[in-house]
């Protein structure tokens, strides 16, 4: 008998392994579903997702300039939930799943060595968007139009202060409604790029006609991986930036 238990108890903690590393190592779909559990309860309740910071990748950033004078009043950092980008690049949309954070920082602007420079101060809230396609919270304000809206103030990262997601949240997404309500142009992970195709002439440092305007010998590049694959000529490359097109 004693056996017999010893060897179930081990069977179930193989198969409590297994199913850890699955999530963890699994497809992105599976990925992405457990993602959503951490920012989402089954009956729709989100939160900001606990560690965020070093599980989730960094988007981008926007800066909110001051109403007078130079600076910026708002800092926003953006960051998806692991897979995010991989799977924007591959379909030119975010999965089922998906997790959005903002931060949002009041900021202090001042003079430094590059000139006048504004920072993140101090917490404001937090911004929560998770990715919906198929409705799976009706009647629920806080869930609509393929996503579901939260914002969190910073001394509360569990409980929203919002309450309809058409008034509180959705808004301010009005112009970006084409590109699944979020403004893609500023992050430039989820962009496919243009790399130059560089002519024979171009092909040694001694070459006299390098000031050519190179960008029009760029071709389409579908992944950044076949982009790195035709890399900018060293003794170009304080002269050129990889061109980005803002839609895959």
Request: aromatic share 10%; net charge positive.
């Amino acid at each position: 008998m004693k056996t017999a238990i010893v060897a179930a108890l081990g069977l179930a903690v193989i198969g409590a392994i297994a199913a850890l590393a699955q999530t963890q190592s699994g497809p992105t779909w599976m990925r992405t579903v457990v993602v959503r559990n951490a920012a989402a309860d089954a009956s729709g309740n989100i939160r900001v997702p606990a560690n965020y910071r070093t599980t989730y990748e960094f988007l981008g950033s926007w800066a909110v300039a001051a109403d007078q004078g130079a600076g910026a009043k708002q800092q926003h950092i953006v960051y998806a939930s692991p897979g995010a980008v991989a799977a924007y690049r591959k379909s030119g949309h975010f999965p089922d799943g998906t997790v959005l954070v903002k931060e949002v920082y009041a900021t202090s602007t001042g003079s430094m060595t590059t000139g006048t420079v504004s920072h993140e101060l101090a917490l404001q809230g937090w911004f929560v968007m998770v990715v919906d396609s198929e409705n799976d919270h009706p009647g629920n304000k806080l869930w609509g139009d393929g996503w579901g809206w939260s914002w969190f103030d910073a001394n509360n990262s569990l409980k929203t202060t919002s309450t309809d997601y058409k008034t509180d949240c959705q808004s301010c997404h009005v112009p970006a409604r084409s590109t699944q309500w979020i403004y893609v142009q500023g992050y430039p992970a989820l962009h496919r790029c243009h790399a130059p195709r560089w002519p024979a002439a171009l092909s040694h440092p001694s070459g006299v006609r390098t000031g050519l305007a190179l960008a029009s010998w760029r071709r389409t590049c579908h992944s950044q991986t076949e982009c790195d694959r035709d890399p900018i000529p060293w003794w170009t490359r304080g002269q050129m930036t990889l061109l980005c097109d803002g839609v895959p």
